[in-house]
């Protein structure tokens, strides 16, 4: 069983599409929810349609709530792949490489990251963060087990 290492422009990149999707899905409860009010208030005789009306405004809300949820964990990942970014582009500044020349092995900062400049892993190195996440140390370092899987795309 090998690592995986993830190229920066992987790290870096970010789907709106989800993000798309999550406001048109609200979008489309929230019409669906003023159809039925709208329906409601045509026809206040009957129950069913305000029982239909209170069904569609619950399942939207749980709906809201799930896709509040999602985009706050997105907003979190895009902070995170900011944080890469930048000890990445730091990391290509001091080995005088190229961004598109490093590979992580994981889409968060933390101290233990290994980082791989090229698609060799005879330039393989451990990052060691200080307590304030504001320095690192590069270590060289070498895998027990050298298969190693690059995902470029």
């Known amino acids: 069983m090998g690592m995986t290492f993830f190229a920066y422009s992987v790290l870096t990149h970010q789907d709106n599409w989800q993000?798309?999707?999550?406001?048109?899905?609200?979008?489309?409860?929230?019409?669906?929810?003023?159809?039925?009010?709208l329906y409601f208030l045509r026809h206040k005789r009957s129950n069913k349609y305000r029982d239909l009306l209170i069904l569609v405004a619950l399942i939207e809300l749980l709906t809201i709530g799930i896709q509040i949820r999602d985009l706050q964990a997105s907003r979190t990942a895009t902070a995170d792949s900011q944080a890469v970014a930048t000890l990445l582009r730091s990391v290509a500044t001091q080995k005088r490489v190229s961004d598109n020349q490093l590979y992580a092995n994981s889409n968060t900062v933390h101290t233990g990251r290994l980082v791989v400049i090229g698609k060799s892993t005879k330039k393989m190195y451990t990052v060691t963060l200080n307590a304030d996440n504001n320095s690192y140390q590069l270590t060289k370092t070498t895998l027990i087990v050298p298969q190693v899987q690059f995902v470029t795309k």
């Not at 993000?19 to 009010?37: D, F, K, P, T």
């Open 19 to 37: 993000n798309i999707l999550r406001y048109s899905i609200i979008m489309i409860g929230a019409l669906a929810i003023v159809a039925y009010l």
